[in-house]
């Protein structure tokens, strides 16, 4: 019986605890990284972007740079001042508002004829498929057991 009740309440953890996963960090094309000739609509795809996650592009300084445009300049591949350019080889954006996003390097016509554009829909931070809307009474208990460094107790 007491095995059972432990059992059950693990499940329910297991299943709660994924939706308030702290902030992800997204690398930009996995190990290839930010560069041309790679599907970034593909990459993106079924990927759950929420607010507070990072993007991280990584590329070889010099050889391509990251500006976030709209939606209009991202079609054309038009790009912003210089001086608007992420250019460090690893730059990190923290995805801080909902909504959709565009980044295109502004290098040569990589965007227009390399494809070296990414899109995504940012979802607010508590939103993913079926997530409770707030934080249940198990999941503070959890947690605040995690934080005082104490073993698991529920009850
Ligand atoms: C997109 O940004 C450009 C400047 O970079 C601006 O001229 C244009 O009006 C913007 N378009 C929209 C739809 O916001
Ligand atoms: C963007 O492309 C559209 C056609 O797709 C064109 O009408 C518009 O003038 C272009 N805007 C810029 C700023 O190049
Ligand atoms: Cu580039």
Request: aromatic share 14%; hydrophobic share 40%.
């Amino acid at each position: 019986m007491a095995f059972s009740r432990v059992f059950v309440v693990f499940m329910v953890i297991v299943t709660i605890v994924p939706k308030f996963n702290s902030a992800k960090e997204f690398i930009v094309g996995d190990d290839s990284g930010w560069t041309i000739n790679f599907d970034y609509k593909a990459w993106a795809e079924g990927k759950d972007f929420q607010v507070g996650d990072t993007l991280v592009f990584n590329y070889p300084v010099g050889v391509h740079n990251v500006f976030r445009v709209n939606g209009t300049d991202f079609q054309n591949c038009s790009k912003p001042p210089l001086s608007e350019a992420l250019r460090s080889g690893n730059d990190k954006i923290v995805l801080a508002t909902p909504g959709r996003k565009w980044y295109i390097c502004g290098v040569a016509k990589h965007c227009e004829n390399a494809n070296q554009k990414l899109f995504i829909n940012v979802l607010p931070q508590t939103q993913s498929p079926g997530a409770a809307p707030a934080p249940s009474p198990i999941y503070t208990k959890f947690h605040s057991s995690r934080a005082s460094k104490r073993p698991f107790i529920f009850w």
